[in-house]
Nanobody
Framework: VQLQASGGGLVQAGGSLRLSCAAS????????MGWYRQGPGEQRELIAS???????TYADSVKGRFTISRDNAKNSVYLQMNNLKPEDTAVYYC???????????????WGQGTLVTVSS
């Protein structure tokens, strides 16, 4: 089972980036999908999540600046990040809860991480 994340990079403070994450065909029936991040010397934290019907939640640190969305047909989740700050610098990971197609087992799958660097 794989999640493929993309869209990270280097951006100046105040800029924007859009992260994308697509789940492979080996996972289906994804329920919750989300984005986590892990800054230097910090623990991984959940910053945004979205249910299958589109209900969203955000960490206070990104509320009003980041927007999570998903495309169920494409088994994908996105994170639009606006007004980026240096403290947003981190490796961003996508996560999806679903079922493995081969065994029908419930799983929580992770992407490989994409680095976002915000310069001041």
């Amino acid at each position: 089972v794989q999640l493929q994340a993309s869209g990270g990079g280097l951006v100046q403070a105040g800029g924007s980036l859009r992260l994308s994450c697509a789940a492979s065909g080996s996972i289906f029936g994804t329920s919750a999908m989300g984005w986590y991040r892990q800054g230097p010397g910090e623990q991984r934290e959940l910053i945004a999540s979205i249910t299958r019907d589109g209900t969203t939640t955000y960490a206070d640190s990104v509320k009003g600046r980041f927007t999570i969305s998903r495309d169920n047909a494409k088994n994908s989740v996105y994170l639009q990040m606006n007004n980026l700050k240096p403290e947003d610098t981190a490796v961003y990971y996508c996560n999806a809860d679903g079922r493995r197609r081969s065994s029908l087992a419930y799983i929580s799958a992770w992407g490989q991480g994409t680095l976002v660097t915000v310069s001041s």
